[in-house]
């Protein structure tokens, strides 16, 4: 059993169990030091206070960049969508919920990890079958 998967440093932060030995998460990139306002074309009230609510948090933790701005108000608008979907009893469409999920990795805001590491060196390829330790070709 390989044990708990780790958490993204973003949510370490946020939930506040963040340590002095783990990196911090800080965003690279031209930091935004006001709150931004919320785009005018995000029309669902339920859009803007989840851009409000999202953009404090990236505030707050030193996270939000110029760069960030665009995909969280992306975010932000496909969360007034899915909010106003099931608000109306319907089932908002897989497409919108799995971008959202998407965008939100992107932020660093779920523990989902869309960066694949780079694979390692096999470390029992030494004792592959041509060549193994007991000289077995």
């Not at 805001?109 to 694949?116: C, D, E, F, P, Q």
């Given at each position: 059993?390989?044990?708990?998967?780790?958490i993204h440093p973003h949510l370490h932060v946020i939930r506040g169990t963040g340590r002095t030995d783990r990196v911090a998460?800080?965003?690279?990139?031209?930091?935004?030091?006001?709150?931004?306002?919320?785009?005018?074309?995000?029309?669902?009230?339920?859009?803007?206070?989840?851009?409000?609510?999202?953009?404090?948090?990236?505030?707050?933790?030193?996270?939000?960049?110029?760069?960030?701005?665009?995909?969280?108000a992306v975010t932000a608008a496909l969360a007034g969508q899915i909010?106003?979907?099931?608000?109306?009893?319907?089932?908002?469409?897989?497409?919108?919920?799995?971008?959202?999920?998407?965008?939100?990795?992107?932020?660093?805001?779920?523990?989902?990890?869309?960066?694949?590491?780079?694979?390692?060196?096999?470390?029992?390829?030494?004792?592959?079958?041509?060549?193994?330790?007991?000289?077995?070709?």
């Amino acid at each position: 059993m390989r044990g708990r998967k780790p958490i993204h440093p973003h949510l370490h932060v946020i939930r506040g169990t963040g340590r002095t030995d783990r990196v911090a998460a800080v965003a690279t990139g031209t930091p935004v030091l006001d709150m931004p306002a919320c785009p005018d074309w995000i029309t669902s009230a339920r859009g803007r206070a989840e851009f409000n609510t999202l953009a404090r948090l990236l505030c707050v933790n030193k996270a939000l960049a110029q760069e960030v701005l665009g995909p969280l108000a992306v975010t932000a608008a496909l969360a007034g969508q899915i909010q106003d979907a099931f608000a109306a009893g319907l089932t908002p469409q897989g497409a919108l919920i799995a971008q959202y999920r998407g965008l939100l990795a992107d932020l660093g805001l779920s523990g989902i990890k869309r960066v694949r590491e780079p694979e390692r060196e096999n470390p029992f390829r030494k004792y592959n079958k041509e060549d193994g330790p007991h000289g077995n070709k």
